[in-house]
T-cell receptor
């Protein structure tokens, strides 16, 4: 069964460093998403991406964040200068259909980011 | 704006007992609703979804949920709990119309199953 994959599973970085989290969505999916879950808190939406551009973003997704689909398979989240409060589990998700259909999102296993 | 409220951050049931996890939503129009499960150190797995078809939705692992518009609820139930059901459960919503596609999650309910 097709699945969303994410690498690495765990990333440790120093405050102020740049990190890139990688995701490979399901191959025929059109919409891509990043969510994060700070330990003990709810899952929060960061950004959605469609047709090579951001379609929605939350207040959390400020200028230090960026997303990219550098090739036909990968979808990346870059955090330019990490802060302690960026420590969280980051989930990538993808969905197949466009705006006319319901939104079943398939989630990857997550990348645990630890900022020291 | 949509929101989801999950009553009870922790629920404990005995093995074999009924599981009831509560979810209420707030939305100007009935949204699409989902229940996800998260096992320790794993990602989110879709249990079931409501997308304006049948109001009683059956999902995986014996779970089901009923959409009640009058109560703005989408509670998750399972007749008989199993030890393997111990996990965190998240209710989520997304608009049923328009271009917005983000999921808004509730704060989660940790289910403990006692032997």
């Amino acid at each position: 069964e097709p699945e969303v994959t994410q690498t690495p599973s765990h990333q440790v970085t120093q405050m102020g460093q740049e990190v890139i989290l990688r995701c490979v969505p399901i191959s025929n999916h059109l919409y891509f998403y990043w969510y994060r879950q700070i330990l003990g808190q709810k899952v929060e939406f960061l950004v959605s991406f469609y047709n090579n551009e951001i379609s929605e973003k939350s207040e959390i997704f400020d200028d230090q964040f960026s997303v990219e689909r550098p090739d036909g398979s990968n979808f990346t989240l870059k955090i330019r200068s990490t802060k302690l409060e960026d420590s969280a589990m980051y989930f990538c998700a993808s969905s197949e259909r466009g705006a006319s259909s319901y939104n079943e999102q398939f989630f990857g296993p997550g990348t645990r980011l630890t900022v020291l | 704006a949509q929101s989801v409220t999950q009553l009870g951050s922790h629920v404990s049931v005995s093995e074999g007992a009924l599981v009831l996890l509560r979810c209420n939503y707030s939305s100007s129009v009935p949204p699409y609703l989902f229940w996800y499960v998260q096992y320790p150190n794993q990602g989110l797995q879709l249990l079931l979804k409501y997308t304006s078809a049948a109001t009683l939705v059956k999902g995986i692992n014996g779970f089901e949920a009923e959409f009640k518009k009058s109560e703005t609820s989408f509670h998750l139930t399972k007749p008989s709990a199993h030890m393997s059901d111990a996990a965190e459960y998240f209710c989520a919503v997304t608009p049923s119309s328009g271009s917005a596609r983000q999921l808004t999650f509730g704060s989660g309910t940790q289910l403990t199953v006692l032997p």
